[in-house]
Nanobody, 125 residues
C-alpha cells in the first residue's frame, strides 16, 4: 500500500501550489481522504478532507477560502490546491486514507488507515 505525495516546493507569500497524492485504487477506493500538515515543533494538524465520492468536504478554519481539496477516482488521486499562501503555511503536508467513506471523524488522526510520506511546502515572506 503506497500513497505518493508530490507538488511541494518553495513559493513566495501570496503564491500558489497544487499538491497531488496518488494511491493504488485498492488503497483509496470507497474511502474518504484528507490532507494533514506538520510544522517544525508542532503537532500534525488536519487541513482538509473529502468524501469518497467527492460530494462532501471539510476544511480547517485557517485554510477556508484559500485551499481546495478535490479528487479524481479514475486516477486514484487526491489534490490540494493552495492559493494565497502564507509563511505560516510552511509545513510538511501528508495525505491519508480514512477508515470511512464519509467524513466521519475526519479531523482525527485515529480515523486514518494509510499515510503518505509527506511533501514539503515552504512559503517565504
Amino acid at each position: 500500500v503506497q500513497l505518493q505525495a508530490s507538488g511541494g516546493g518553495l513559493v513566495q507569500a501570496g503564491g500558489s501550489l497544487r499538491l497531488s497524492c496518488a494511491t493504488s485504487s485498492r488503497t483509496s477506493s470507497n474511502n474518504a481522504m484528507s490532507w494533514f500538515r506538520r510544522a517544525p515543533g508542532k503537532e500534525r494538524e488536519f487541513v482538509a478532507g473529502i468524501s469518497w465520492r467527492g460530494g462532501d468536504t471539510d476544511y480547517a478554519e485557517f485554510v477556508k477560502g484559500r485551499f481546495t481539496i478535490s479528487r479524481d477516482n479514475a486516477k486514484s488521486t487526491v489534490y490540494l490546491q493552495m492559493d494565497s499562501l502564507k509563511p505560516e503555511d510552511t509545513a510538511a503536508y501528508y495525505c491519508a486514507v480514512s477508515l470511512w467513506p464519509a467524513l466521519r471523524g475526519v479531523r482525527s488522526i485515529a480515523s486514518y488507515r494509510y499515510w503518505g510520506q509527506g511533501t514539503q511546502v515552504t512559503v517565504s515572506s
